[in-house]
């Protein structure tokens, strides 16, 4: 799997199986700068996440829609997102994304993208960002992420009494 430095939404995101289809790709767009990943087959979902740098929760989990036929003619094309995503898999997916998150010491909204596979979640990528959920978890969470956003950076470090004092008034859709 192929994918360009920048941008976003799938818009370019090849699935090549050798040299010769990459290089047709490059010689198309006029780059070679794409990330090589390896090609994960699975059901495609994220997590969202509130950090504070030193502390982080996971708001909702969101299954991600990607090629949907009827909504893109691309085949790796972000088409949106259902919130929450129920699966047996949602401590594993937490747990990874928070983290991460710790990890990069992450503030303010951000995204773990994620491919939910027979045998475990595989991380695909780290969203230090708004993600294209946040309309699907305000309204079934009844969140106001851009609120949640704020506080965080106004928190001291670490934030008294823990991210759940900062997220207390919000359910945490999962």
């Known amino acids: 799997m192929i994918k360009p430095r920048c941008g976003s939404g799938g818009m370019m995101n090849f699935a090549v199986s050798d040299e010769d289809e990459l290089a047709a790709i490059q010689s198309r767009y006029r780059t070679s700068e794409f990330i090589a990943q390896e090609f994960v087959e699975g059901i495609p979902c994220s997590a969202s996440l509130i950090g504070t740098g030193d502390d982080a929760c996971v708001i909702a989990l969101n299954e991600q829609l990607i090629g949907v036929p009827g909504l893109t003619r691309l085949p790796f094309a972000y088409c949106g997102n259902v919130t929450p995503f129920v699966t047996d898999r949602k401590r594993e997916i937490i747990e990874y994304s928070r983290q991460i998150a710790l990890e990069f010491g992450l ?36 969140m106001n992420v851009f609120d949640a956003h704020v506080r965080s950076f106004q928190a001291k470090s670490p934030y008294p009494g823990g991210i759940s004092v900062l997220l207390q008034e919000y359910p945490v859709c999962q």
């Open 107 to 142: 503030i303010g909204s951000n995204g773990v993208d994620l491919i939910q596979t027979e045998n475990g979640v595989v991380v695909i990528e780290v969203n230090p960002r708004f993600q294209g959920s946040l309309d699907t978890i305000e309204l079934s969470c009844g």
